[in-house]
């Protein structure tokens, strides 16, 4: 076998979505890695692989040179190569059309056997293929869906450009907790403690006096104990928050970047039929449930869930509610200190100015009027027992003119999830971390 590991001045002239049947005797150099090699007597089938998709190769002895076919041949799932030939439409290939192969080159061949098939559409245990992961990412289902993470991005950007948001990034490294109790992961900094930060909240906050309407996409760091299908211990948060709105102004928006992340995703599938990927209907306006409706319509069922109880995935299970859907005006009691109380609460009801973006039973969002008098801040600390001096650089802020603001925080993972029909949240990102998993 020879193995010129070399590209040299050679380059792909076509994806594999570049070509169909249309190119007939056109000639192409492809690029990608070897999926499957049949051989039947005097022809070989090679399937190559791309970004976009497959590649069907026919080395027919006579019709290409014999050492082509030979090394074609002996080629092993997942060999990185070029193919130079001539497009042939075919009926009988998948795509199309096949090229006839005049020049190979293999960049490198392949050393070991891989621990599953890439031609595999579900691979049981998620373990074997997350420590084989680059290789696990080269399965069409999941290149596909990562492909569409990046459609997705894209479209949340560009609806947050074009609505005059402002791009920001917040450290991620921290002196205290932004919520207080929530599972903190801790750090040597230098000779100090810090923590990695579980939400950029305060300081996107602090950006609207001047920017007003910011986003930010990055990391959120949280110790979450418990083993889910939908907690990462590193996920990616989708932040906004906006200065003179309120909650309903903010569900408003939400509707706009679930609305172009579904157009996004659509758009991808409708262009790579092999990814076989469903992506739901966006409604027209997500519809909006209280808690209170929702507590009432569950307590005409046989659950025993009081008002002020969490809405856990059983009871909204019970009420049959799926696709996306916001649960509004949650108690106040359990929200973060800087969640803004609704005026006019039912005394020992305090409800709060927040809502919970839902798909079927899993939270994808949540966001909230936040309070805007400093007194108001201190106070909710005090009672949730947080520090309020170790807050002294976020509290500052609030003697100086701090616009009414209100924002959310998406989960990029759990919407990927709504989005592709994931089962397990480990696959919505490349190099997952939970608490078993600090490797790849
Ligand atoms: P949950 O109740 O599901 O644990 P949460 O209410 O603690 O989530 P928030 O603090 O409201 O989470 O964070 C806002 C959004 O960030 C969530 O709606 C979710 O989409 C995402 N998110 C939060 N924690 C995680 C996590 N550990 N893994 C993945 N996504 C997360
Ligand atoms: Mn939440």
């Known amino acids: 076998m020879v193995v010129n590991q070399d590209l040299g001045s050679l380059r792909r002239t076509h994806y594999s979505a570049d070509l169909g049947p249309d190119n007939d005797g056109v000639r192409t150099t492809v690029m990608g890695w070897i ?9 070989t089938f090679a399937t190559i692989r791309d970004r976009d998709g497959d590649i ?16 074609l041949s002996s080629l092993k799932a997942h060999s ?18 096949e090229i006839i192969p005049d020049e190979l080159r293999v ?31 080269r399965r069409s289902v999941l290149l596909h869906t990562f492909r569409i993470r990046s459609r997705i991005l894209q479209a949340i950007r560009a609806y947050f450009t ?38 950029p909240q305060l300081y996107k906050e602090q950006l609207t006096m001047s920017l007003e309407k910011v986003f930010e996409i990055a990391p959120i ?3 979450e104990s418990s083993r889910t299908p939908r907690h990462l211990s590193e996920a990616i948060s989708i932040d906004l928050e906006e200065a003179f709105v309120d909650y309903n102004d903010v569900m408003n928006r939400i509707e706009g970047i679930v609305g172009a992340s579904v157009d996004a995703a659509r758009l991808y599938v409708e262009n790579h039929l092999d990814a076989e990927i469903a992506v739901p209907e966006m409604p027209d306006c997500i519809p909006r449930h209280t808690y209170e409706e929702l507590v009432g319509r569950l307590q005409k069922t046989d659950s025993k869930m009081e008002w002020g109880d969490d809405l856990y995935p059983s009871d909204l299970k019970r009420l049959k509610l799926d696709g996306f859907y916001f649960i509004t005006d949650w108690p106040l009691g359990p929200k973060p200190f800087y969640v803004k109380e ?8 305090s409800i709060s100015e927040s809502f919970d973006l839902m798909y079927g039973d899993l939270e994808i969002s949540s966001g909230s009027t936040r309070i805007t008098r400093r007194a108001d801040l201190e106070s909710n600390m005090r009672r949730k027992g947080m520090n309020v001096d170790s807050f002294g650089y976020h509290l500052r802020a609030f003697d100086y003119g701090m616009p009414p603001h209100a924002g959310c925080g998406i989960g990029l993972e759990r919407l990927l999830m709504a ?22």
């Open 162 to 199: 074009t609505e005059g948001f402002t791009e920001i990034n917040t450290p991620k490294i921290i002196s205290s907790a932004t919520e207080g109790g929530a599972a903190l992961f801790s750090i040597f900094y230098y000779d100090k403690q810090a923590f990695l930060a579980q939400s």
């Open 419 to 440: 989005l592709t029909g994931l089962a397990n949240i480990r696959d919505a990102t490349f190099y997952p971390r939970d608490v078993d998993r600090l490797v790849p």
């Open 80 to 97: 990185s190569v070029a193919v130079s030939g001539t497009v042939k439409a075919s009926t009988k290939a998948p795509a199309g059309f």
């Open 107 to 137: 960049f490198s061949d392949v050393e070991a056997v891989p621990p599953f098939e890439p031609v595999a559409r579900t691979v049981k245990n998620i373990d074997t293929r997350l420590e084989m992961r680059p290789i696990d990412l």
């Open 56 to 71: 069907s190769v026919v080395a027919k002895k006579g019709a290409c040179p014999d050492t082509v076919r030979s090394i």
């Open 35 to 43: 999926l499957t090699v049949r051989i039947h007597g005097n022809i």
């Open 342 to 349: 609704t005026k006019g609460g039912d005394y020992g009801r």
């Open 221 to 223: 760091f949280r110790a």
